[in-house]
Nanobody
């Protein structure tokens, strides 16, 4: 069983930056694909970014491409989401997700394990 814990959320002004971290326990993430999703109040959970097991393949939602960067450190069992030039519409709870299948996934049902989420609030 994989347990995921996100951290790094908070309140930031528009144009600011945050780096989210997701630390796994219970199993090495070395062979897992990882993803970040977010959910704003009254909206469905949406895909943000994903990365394959080695970090060699990444994909992003159009709305964050060029501003967000997903990366991983398998030695630390950690995945990161660097968020730059944040906008008020980025305000949401951000979730980390993991799955033992290969490749990367951009849909919530492609991930078996989820963290509890971390709140990101961007003020205008």
């Amino acid at each position: 069983q994989v347990q995921l814990v996100e951290s790094g959320g908070g309140l930031v002004q528009s144009g600011g930056s945050l780096r989210l971290s997701c630390v796994a326990s219970g199993h090495t993430l070395r062979s897992y694909r990882m993803g970040w999703f977010r959910q704003a109040p009254g909206k469905e959970r949406e895909f943000v970014a994903a990365i394959n097991w080695s970090g060699g393949l990444t994909t992003y939602a159009t709305s964050v491409k060029g501003r967000f960067t997903i990366s991983r450190d398998n030695a630390k069992n950690t995945v990161y989401l660097q968020m730059n030039n944040l906008k008020p519409e980025d305000t949401a709870v951000y979730y980390c997700a993991a799955d033992p299948r290969s490749g990367y996934g951009s849909s919530w049902y492609e991930y078996d394990y989820w963290g509890q989420g971390t709140q990101v609030t961007v003020s205008s």
